[in-house]
């Protein structure tokens, strides 16, 4: 059972940065697809940033492109997600993700859920 523990959140004024971590146990994350999903106040779950098996691609939400860069640690067995010039509209709580097969796909098929960490940006 694949087990994904977030960290990283936290305030941070309008323009800063944090980076978000996600340490997975009991499977390797180079062997997964992941992804990083954030849900704000009163809306629905979206995708943010994914990362395919191995790293070969990464993809992201058009409203981040340019401003957060996923990465993967093989030796930590760590995804991480870099937040640059945040904005008060990245405010929300941002969950780690893994499935199994090749594609980025939908939320739906994510098996393996971290617990959240929650991102404020104060204007």
């Known amino acids: 059972q694949v087990r994904l523990v977030e960290s990283g959140g936290g305030l941070v004024q309008d323009g800063g940065s944090l980076r978000l971590s996600c340490a997975a146990s009991?499977?390797?994350?180079?062997?997964?697809?992941m992804s990083w999903f954030r849900q704000a106040p009163g809306k629905g779950r979206e995708f943010v940033s994914g990362?395919?098996?191995?790293?070969?691609?990464?993809y992201y939400t058009d409203s981040v492109k340019g401003r957060f860069t996923i990465s993967g640690d093989n030796a930590k067995n760590t995804v991480y997600l870099q937040m640059n010039s945040l904005k008060p509209e990245d405010t929300a709580v941002y969950y780690c993700?893994?499935?199994?097969?090749?594609?980025?796909?939908?939320?739906?098929?994510?098996?393996?859920w971290g617990q959240g960490t929650q991102v404020t940006v104060s204007s």
């Open positions: 993700a893994g499935r199994r097969g090749p594609y980025i796909a939908t939320i739906n098929d994510y098996t393996y």
């Open positions: 009991g499977g390797t994350v180079s062997t997964y697809t």
């Open positions: 990362i395919t098996r191995n790293g070969d691609t990464t």
